[in-house]
C-alpha cells in the first residue's frame, strides 16, 4: 500500500503517457447517436382516428403526454384504454374529457372532438359511421362538410333525436353512439349463442355422448364469458346512474360554457377592495350567488344523461336477463342429466348385484359337485343312474331355489326394484 502522496504522483505520470483526446469543439461537432435516443423518440406515440364536431374524421399521430395535455387526463385514464392491457368496461367522466372503454371500443370524447384508438378495428368500423351520421342528423347545416354519405344515414337505425327541445350535446351523442355499439354486440352474440345453445341442450337430453358433452361445455364457457361482460357493462351504467356528480362530470359543452363566467368573477375578484363601494359589493355579492346556483344547478341537472343511461341500462339488463334464463335452461339441462345418471349408475349397481348373487349360488353347486367329486367309495356311486340325474337335477334345482330367494330378500328390503 503506498502513501497518498506517491499514489497521485503515479497517477498523474500513467495518465500524462496516454494521448490526448480531441479538443472539446471537435467533440462537440461530433454527433452522438445512440439506438436508445430512437426508440425513446417513438415511444408512446400512437394513431388516432379524430372524429370532429362536424363529422369530418383524419388520422393523426399523437404521444401518450400530448393526449394527456390535450384532454386533461392522467396517465391511468390512458392506461385503461391500452390494447395490451386487459381492463374491464369503463366509463369516466373527466374534467375536460370521458374516457370510454366499452367492449371494442376505446376512446376519448371532449366537447369537440373524439379520439377513437383501435379504428383499424372491424367492428369499430360501424360505430363510427353511425357517430357519424347522428353528427348529420343533429347538424344538416354541415352535412355538406361530413365525410359520410346521406343516403347510407338515412338507413341507419338509433339516430337520436333532440331531447324534448333541446339536441344532445356533442360528447352525449358520442357517448349514446358507444353504448349502441357495444350493446349491439352483447345483443348480436347473445342472440347467437342462444341459437346454438338451445339445439345443442336438447340433443344432449336425448342422446348423451362424448360429442354432444363437449359442445355443451364450450357453450358453457362462452355463457360464462358473455354474462361476465354485460355484467360488467350493467354494473359500470347502475353505478354512474347511483352517482348524480359522475354524471354532472360528463357535461362538458355545459363547463365549458360556465368557464368564461367563472373567469369574469375571478379577474372581477382580483381587483383592489378600494374600487367597491357599498353598492357594488351587493351587486358583486349578487353574482356570486348566481354564479353558485348555476354550478350547482349544473351539477343537480343531471335528467338528461340520466334518461340517457337509462334507456341503455335496461336494454342491457333485457340481454343479461336473457343470458341469465339461459344459465337456468344449462343448469336445467345439467340437473336432468345428472339425474339420468345416477339412474344408469343405479342400474349398473343393481346389475351387479344380480350378477354376484348368481355368482355366489353358482359356487355353491360347485360345492356340491367337488363332494362328489371326491374319491373315495360311496354306495351312490354303485347305483342306478337315475341316482345320478336325481342327484344332478337336486343341486341344480337347490342352486335356482337359493337364487329366486337372494332375489326375493333383496326385493323386500328395497335393495333392488
Not at 367492449?103 to 357517430?131: M, S, Y
Not at 347545416?141 to 344532445?168: E, Q
Not at 346556483?293 to 343511461?309: A, T, Y
Request: proline fraction near 4%; charged fraction near 25%; aromatic fraction near 6%.
Amino acid at each position: 500500500i503506498l502513501p497518498l502522496k506517491e499514489t497521485n504522483t503515479m497517477y498523474e505520470k500513467m495518465s500524462s503517457s496516454y494521448p490526448k483526446s480531441s479538443t472539446e469543439e471537435e467533440y462537440n461537432r461530433t454527433p452522438i447517436i445512440g439506438p436508445t435516443q430512437t426508440r425513446r423518440k417513438g415511444a408512446g406515440i400512437k394513431e388516432w382516428l379524430v372524429v370532429t364536431l362536424l363529422g369530418q374524421t383524419h388520422l393523426e399521430e399523437v404521444g401518450k403526454h400530448s393526449i394527456m395535455k390535450r384532454t386533461g387526463l392522467p396517465g391511468r385514464d390512458l392506461r385503461s384504454l391500452d390494447p395490451i392491457l386487459s381492463y374491464p368496461s369503463t366509463i369516466l367522466g373527466r374534467e375536460r374529457a370521458i374516457v370510454i372503454n366499452l367492449e371494442h371500443i376505446k376512446a376519448i370524447i371532449t366537447a369537440a372532438e373524439v379520439l377513437v384508438l383501435n379504428f383499424k378495428d372491424p367492428l369499430v368500423v360501424p360505430f363510427i359511421h353511425d357517430f357519424q351520421c347522428r353528427i348529420l342528423e343533429s347538424n344538416e347545416t354541415s352535412s355538406t362538410n361530413a365525410d359520410t354519405d346521406d343516403s347510407n344515414c338515412k338507413n341507419s337505425k338509433d339516430v337520436p333525436a333532440a331531447h324534448g327541445t333541446r339536441m344532445l350535446p356533442f360528447e352525449f351523442r358520442a357517448l349514446e353512439a358507444c353504448l349502441v355499439s357495444a350493446c349491439k354486440r352483447l345483443e348480436s352474440e347473445t342472440l347467437t349463442l342462444e341459437q346454438e345453445a338451445y339445439p345443442a341442450l336438447d340433443e344432449l337430453t336425448s342422446k348423451i355422448s362424448t360429442l354432444n358433452l363437449e359442445r355443451v361445455r364450450q357453450i358453457k364457457s362462452r355463457l360464462v364469458a358473455i354474462s361476465g361482460r354485460v355484467q360488467k357493462v350493467r354494473d359500470e351504467l347502475e353505478h354512474l346512474l347511483d352517482d348524480d356528480n359522475d354524471m354532472a362530470e360528463m357535461y362538458l359543452t355545459d363547463k365549458l360554457a360556465i368557464q368564461p363566467l367563472e373567469q369574469s368573477f375571478i379577474r372581477d375578484d382580483e381587483l383592489p377592495s378600494e374600487a367597491y363601494d357599498a353598492d357594488d359589493e351587493r351587486v358583486e355579492d349578487t353574482k356570486t350567488e348566481n354564479t353558485d346556483e348555476s354550478i350547482s344547478g349544473l351539477k343537480l341537472n343531471v335528467e338528461e344523461l340520466e334518461m340517457l343511461l337509462e334507456a341503455y341500462f335496461a336494454q342491457i339488463d333485457g340481454t343479461l336477463q336473457k343470458l341469465s334464463t339461459m344459465r337456468e335452461y344449462v343448469d336445467d339441462t345439467e340437473d336432468y342429466i345428472n339425474i339420468m345418471l345416477d339412474d344408469k349408475q343405479n342400474q349398473l349397481l343393481q346389475m351387479g348385484v344380480v350378477l354376484t348373487t348368481a355368482n355366489m349360488v353358482f359356487n355353491a353347486g360347485i360345492v356340491v359337485v367337488g363332494l362328489f367329486g371326491m374319491n373315495i367309495e360311496i354306495p351312490i356311486f354303485s347305483g342306478q343312474p337315475i341316482q345320478f340325474w336325481t342327484t344332478t337335477y337336486g343341486t341344480i334345482g337347490g342352486c335356482l331355489l337359493l337364487y329366486f330367494i337372494a332375489i326375493g330378500w333383496g326385493k323386500t328390503k328395497g335393495l333392488l326394484s
